[in-house]
């Protein structure tokens, strides 16, 4: 079973920064891609950033230029740097792993989700 951590949510001014943290721990064969998603109160849960373990890495229209996303891979880490936040960018962010298996099969996981709020 794999376990996934996420820190470093928070309110934050419009335009200010944070940077968001995700660990993964447990009985970890590969991890191929890393995500962030963000669900807002009374929407669906949107992707944010994706990378894989190869590098690619994808990007939602409304946080180009303004987010990005890397990864740790000897440490199962995965973060997401927000500059310039806006008030929209306020909804629970979660973290999303898809985790190859030792049969070559593929598992996917989600975390806790951590809020991130931005206003004045």
């Known amino acids: 079973q794999v376990q996934l951590v996420e820190s470093g949510g928070g309110l934050v001014q419009p335009g200010g920064s944070l940077r968001l943290s995700c660990a993964a721990s447990?009985?970890?064969?590969?991890?191929?891609?890393m995500g962030w998603y963000r669900q807002a109160p009374g929407k669906q849960r949107d992707m944010v950033a994706v990378?894989?373990?190869?590098?690619?890495?994808r990007y939602a229209d409304s946080v180009k230029g303004r987010f990005t996303i890397s990864r740790d891979n000897a440490k199962n880490t995965m973060y997401l740097q927000m500059n310039s936040l806006k008030p929209e960018d306020t909804a629970v962010y979660y973290c999303?792993?898809?985790?190859?298996?030792?049969?070559?099969?593929?598992?996917?996981?989600w975390g806790q989700g951590t809020q991130v709020t931005v206003s004045s």
């Open positions: 999303n792993i898809d985790e190859r298996t030792s049969r070559g099969g593929m598992r996917n996981y």
């Open positions: 990378i894989t373990d190869g590098g690619s890495i």
């Open positions: 447990g009985s970890i064969f590969s991890i191929y891609a």
